[in-house]
């Protein structure tokens, strides 16, 4: 299973969430966007328009228990930021940035993480959130939820 990585995302491990951050997974919910947030049960999505937004995220998951940076390992630790267009700055062991090609248009790629060594085909995206996917893909895209995509790699 995979999460959208459109714009800017922070990539969260949903364990750290609901082991670490101050309140559990509940609180954590609460305090996102749902317009920009998904999650697949291994890794949680909240996306952002500016980089700035997104460090200011970082820091307020951080003042709340999440640790971005192990500087013992040089690796993310909790979450890990990433832009549709470099994907991770730092390496991360526990999740992989792709670009997953259409089904029948290797043109349209979309941005996304998930897992290390998870190969699903099924995406996890925001709610109304829609790809730029030609219709005849016809993608149905579900509130939070995982949806089978048509994808190739």
Not at 57 to 64: E, Q
Not at 83 to 89: H, I, N, S
Request: charged share 20%.
């Amino acid at each position: 299973m995979a999460v959208l990585a459109k714009d800017i995302s922070v990539i969260l491990k949903s364990t750290s969430i609901a082991q670490k951050f101050r309140g559990g997974t509940a609180a954590f919910v609460s305090a996102c966007d749902h317009s920009h947030y998904c999650e697949d049960g291994k890794l949680t999505r909240v996306g952002f328009s500016s980089l700035h937004a997104a460090m200011e995220f970082v820091c307020y998951v951080a003042d709340r228990g999440l640790s971005p940076y192990n500087a013992m390992t040089r690796r993310a630790e909790d979450l890990i930021v990433a832009t549709e267009q470099r994907g991770f700055a730092i390496r991360c062991d526990w999740a992989e940035f792709r670009l997953l090609n259409g089904k029948g248009d290797p043109t349209v790629q979309i941005p996304v993480c998930r897992a290390t060594g998870d190969d699903s085909l099924q995406l996890a995206a925001p709610d109304g959130w829609r790809s730029n996917f030609p219709s005849s893909l016809d993608l149905p895209v579900a509130a939070h939820a995982p949806v089978a995509v048509a994808i190739a790699v």
